[in-house]
């Protein structure tokens, strides 16, 4: 996965510091992080010995392979994680025929050990091999090398077990280029047991983090998941930052984790900046409600501290930066959507594999070139920007409804609704903030250079225009932040730096204010930035409206307020007016048929 590296610099806060989470079964995996760029990192693993006996209790054997204190070390090893270096060299961190963590760096295969670690004690001392644990090791390169093995249970902050420097690292770089979980180079045994995860960060995250976790009070180890201890001052506080962004120096704002521990009722966050401004907490994940906070000076990284009020209840609590629309939410979004009628067509995967969807709903026995289309993009960003997910099932459900009412009967027989409920399906899946694995701005790369995912999508819609299909509006969906308000970017393709009124508009822009009149009558949003295209061609509302002459616009949905449509007042936003947005804008689409038509050019 290669990546530019001229956009980066070197971290200096934790929430700036570089996560990749691989979820096996990939048998071996790249890491998108530029060579060099970072001096340290940590590797764990995430593991169960299935087979701990033959793993370390094999006593013939070690009669034959030991002396007779039975200490010997670098006895014959099973490897858990290795290393590879596009240079040759390669490091192993493996568990031994005793259960002793053993981590060596070989500067080709078939050289000897230049550097090895190995505590005296073995897990056993630690855990139990017979239950999920955790074992890693860290490396620190620049002046000379800074090694340490790192293991304990999976609900806990893992313990050094031993460390190491030593004034020559050789060609040892903290940041190697592919992982190999469960073997190593050539000639290695593979470990027998099932390793569930891999981690890879380039800080110690162990230490930066803190110290162990009094009843793991915190989890955010699912998907979508981020938030890290820092520390725990009384029992019913908490210190949290949120985990690390991968391909991006620029820190992470997306906190979504749960409290396991009832006691705890307070939360304090440095990480306060103009996306995470505000909080959400639930007890199901399905209602969400804001959050009591308060901002209560400077913390000790000299950020603004927020302090969270959590209220009383018996089980987990949920808390997050925005009402969660993840791989959960989406999933049920699916699932509903077909029992409308609707087509959920997987249309290509991302850069982890993962599954990218477009929703249809239409009336499908009506060909394609006898009606309009209209396609809402969602997700682009971090999992706090794919709240506008949450518009998507709301919309569908009022046009369906609108379908069958009497005024607006065979809705769906001249319209073709697609929606993609999440774009940055890996960002939702590992809990982190704007890019792509690739290190790119999916929101920028839609006119070249595209991931697979913009590529998927592209593709999906020039079929569908081949096939006839004729779209009239694209909206793309962003959400979170200080907005105030929801808003619609202009987003004009006019080459002008400002278009002072309407008679410089040309094309499809000429239709905008027509739109920006409507939205704001029927769903109370606002026309922001008259120029709103600054950015040059690169966006996906430059993209559709390029390649299909139908007008793109973007819509900037906030988490703070509103404005009510009806009473032409702002108010706070919940989550209820928000699903009511999206029966907003599919009230605004039934009262546009002429305007949609006009967009796509049809008679």
Same mark, same amino acid.
């Given at each position: 996965?290669?990546?530019?590296?001229?956009?980066?610099?070197?971290?200096?806060?934790?929430? $700036?510091?570089?996560?990749?989470?691989?979820?096996?079964?990939?048998?071996?995996?790249?890491?998108?992080?530029?060579?060099?760029?970072?001096?340290?990192?940590?590797?764990?693993?995430?593991?169960?010995?299935?087979?701990?006996?033959?793993?370390?209790?094999?006593?013939?054997?070690?009669? %034959?392979?030991?002396?007779?204190?039975?200490?010997?070390?670098?006895?014959?090893?099973?490897?858990?994680?290795?290393?590879?270096?596009?240079?040759?060299?390669?490091?192993?961190?493996?568990?031994?025929?005793?259960?002793?963590?053993?981590?060596?760096?070989?500067?080709?295969?078939?050289?000897?050990?230049?550097?090895?670690?190995?505590?005296?004690?073995?897990?056993?001392?630690?855990?139990?091999?017979?239950?999920?644990?955790?074992?890693?090791?860290?490396?620190?390169?620049?002046?000379?090398?800074?090694?340490?093995?790192?293991?304990?249970?999976?609900?806990?902050?893992?313990?050094?077990?031993?460390?190491?420097?030593?004034?020559?690292?050789?060609?040892?770089?903290?940041?190697?280029?592919?992982?190999?979980?469960?073997?190593?180079?050539?000639? $290695? %045994?593979?470990?027998?047991?099932?390793?569930?995860?891999?981690?890879?960060?380039?800080?110690?995250?162990?230490?930066?983090?803190?110290?162990?976790?009094?009843?793991?009070?915190?989890?955010?180890?699912?998907?979508?998941?981020?938030?890290?201890?820092?520390?725990?001052?009384?029992?019913?506080?908490?210190?949290?930052?949120?985990?690390?962004?991968?391909?991006?120096?620029?820190?992470?704002?997306?906190?979504?984790?749960?409290?396991?521990?009832?006691?705890?009722?307070?939360?304090?966050? $440095?990480?306060?900046?103009?996306?995470?401004?505000?909080?959400?907490?639930?007890?199901?994940? %399905?209602?969400?409600?804001?959050?009591?906070?308060?901002?209560?000076?400077?913390?000790?990284?000299?950020?603004?501290?927020?302090?969270?009020?959590?209220?009383?209840?018996?089980?987990?609590?949920?808390?997050?930066?925005?009402?969660?629309?993840?791989?959960?939410?989406?999933?049920?979004?699916?699932?509903?959507?077909?029992?409308?009628?609707?087509?959920?067509?997987?249309?290509?995967?991302?850069?982890?594999?993962?599954?990218?969807?477009?929703?249809?709903?239409?009336?499908?026995?009506?060909?394609?070139?006898?009606?309009?289309?209209?396609?809402?993009?969602?997700?682009?960003?971090?999992?706090?920007?794919?709240?506008?997910?949450?518009?998507?099932?709301?919309?569908?459900?009022?046009?369906?409804?609108? /379908?069958?009412?009497? $005024?607006?009967?065979?809705?769906?027989?001249?319209?073709?609704?697609?929606?993609?409920?999440?774009?940055?399906?890996?960002?939702?899946?590992?809990?982190?903030?704007?890019?792509?694995?690739?290190?790119? /701005?999916?929101?920028?790369?839609?006119?070249?250079?595209?991931?697979?995912?913009?590529?998927?999508?592209?593709?999906?819609?020039?079929?569908?225009?081949?096939?006839?299909?004729?779209?009239?509006?694209?909206?793309?969906?962003?959400?979170?932040?200080? =907005?105030?308000?929801?808003?619609?970017?202009?987003?004009?393709?006019?080459?002008?730096?400002?278009?002072?009124?309407?008679?410089?508009?040309?094309?499809?822009?000429?239709?905008?204010?027509? =739109?920006?009149?409507?939205?704001?009558?029927?769903?109370?949003?606002?026309?922001?930035?008259?120029?709103?295209?600054?950015?040059?061609?690169?966006?996906?509302?430059? =993209?559709?409206?390029?390649?299909?002459?139908?007008?793109?616009?973007?819509?900037?949905?906030?988490?703070?307020?509103?404005?009510?449509?009806?009473?032409?007042?702002?108010?706070?936003?919940?989550?209820?007016?928000?699903?009511?947005?999206?029966? /907003?804008?599919?009230?605004?689409?039934?009262?546009?048929?002429?305007?949609?038509?006009?967009?796509?050019?049809?008679?």
């Amino acid at each position: 996965m290669a990546i530019r590296t001229d956009a980066f610099t070197k971290p200096t806060e934790p929430e $700036e510091f570089v996560l990749l989470r691989a979820t096996l079964p990939s048998p071996e995996h790249s890491l998108p992080l530029p060579e060099g760029l970072y001096p340290e990192a940590c590797y764990r693993v995430r593991l169960r010995l299935e087979t701990a006996e033959r793993a370390y209790r094999d006593e013939p054997q070690l009669v %034959r392979e030991s002396s007779q204190l039975f200490w010997e070390e670098g006895t014959p090893a099973a490897v858990l994680l290795a290393g590879m270096q596009e240079n040759g060299g390669a490091w192993t961190l493996s568990l031994t025929r005793w259960g002793v963590l053993r981590w060596e760096f070989r500067e080709t295969a078939d050289a000897e050990p230049a550097l090895a670690l190995e505590p005296r004690a073995p897990l056993t001392m630690l855990l139990d091999p017979a239950r999920q644990f955790q074992a890693g090791v860290t490396i620190g390169t620049g002046r000379g090398a800074r090694v340490a093995l790192i293991a304990g249970p999976t609900d806990a902050q893992p313990a050094v077990v031993a460390r190491m420097e030593a004034e020559d690292a050789g060609s040892l770089r903290a940041v190697c280029d592919r992982l190999r979980p469960g073997a190593g180079p050539a000639g $290695e %045994r593979p470990v027998e047991a099932d390793i569930e995860e891999v981690l890879a960060a380039n800080t110690q995250a162990f230490a930066i983090f803190g110290p162990g976790l009094e009843g793991a009070p915190l989890d955010s180890s699912f998907p979508g998941g981020s938030g890290l201890v820092t520390g725990r001052p009384d029992a019913e506080t908490l210190r949290v930052r949120p985990g690390a962004e991968f391909g991006s120096a620029t820190g992470n704002y997306w906190h979504f984790f749960r409290i396991t521990d009832r006691r705890v009722h307070r939360v304090l966050t $440095e990480n306060v900046t103009s996306m995470g401004v505000r909080f959400f907490v639930s007890s199901d994940r %399905r209602r969400w409600e804001g959050a009591r906070q308060r901002t209560t000076g400077l913390g000790s990284s000299g950020r603004r501290q927020l302090e969270l009020l959590l209220p009383e209840r018996e089980g987990t609590l949920w808390v997050a930066n925005a009402p969660v629309f993840g791989e959960q939410e989406r999933d049920h979004s699916l699932r509903r959507a077909e029992e409308l009628g609707a087509t959920v067509s997987e249309v290509g995967r991302s850069a982890a594999g993962l599954p990218l969807h477009v929703v249809t709903l239409t009336e499908h026995d009506v060909p394609l070139q006898d009606k309009v289309g209209v396609i809402m993009l969602c997700g682009q960003h971090s999992p706090l920007e794919q709240m506008g997910g949450w518009l998507g099932l709301p919309l569908m459900e009022e046009l369906d409804r609108l /379908n069958r009412d009497a $005024e607006t009967t065979g809705l769906l027989r001249r319209l073709a609704f697609y929606w993609v409920p999440i774009l940055n399906v890996d960002c939702a899946h590992f809990g982190t903030p704007g890019n792509t694995l690739y290190g790119t /701005n999916p929101n920028r790369k839609w006119m070249e250079d595209q991931g697979p995912e913009q590529e998927a999508v592209e593709r999906f819609f020039l079929e569908k225009g081949e096939a006839g299909l004729r779209p009239g509006l694209m909206l793309d969906v962003h959400g979170g932040g200080g =907005w105030r308000n929801h808003n619609i970017l202009s987003d004009y393709q006019t080459d002008r730096a400002n278009v002072p009124d309407d008679s410089g508009l040309e094309g499809a822009d000429r239709l905008k204010p027509e =739109w920006f009149a409507l939205l704001d009558e029927v769903a109370g949003l606002r026309e922001v930035w008259r120029n709103g295209h600054v950015s040059g061609p690169v966006r996906a509302p430059d =993209w559709f409206q390029r390649t299909f002459g139908c007008p793109a616009m973007t819509l900037e949905c906030s988490v703070v307020s509103y404005l009510d449509p009806v009473a032409r007042r702002t108010r706070t936003f919940t989550l209820e007016s928000y699903l009511e947005l999206g029966r /907003n804008l599919a009230r605004a689409l039934a009262r546009a048929d002429g305007l949609l038509r006009r967009g796509a050019r049809l008679p």
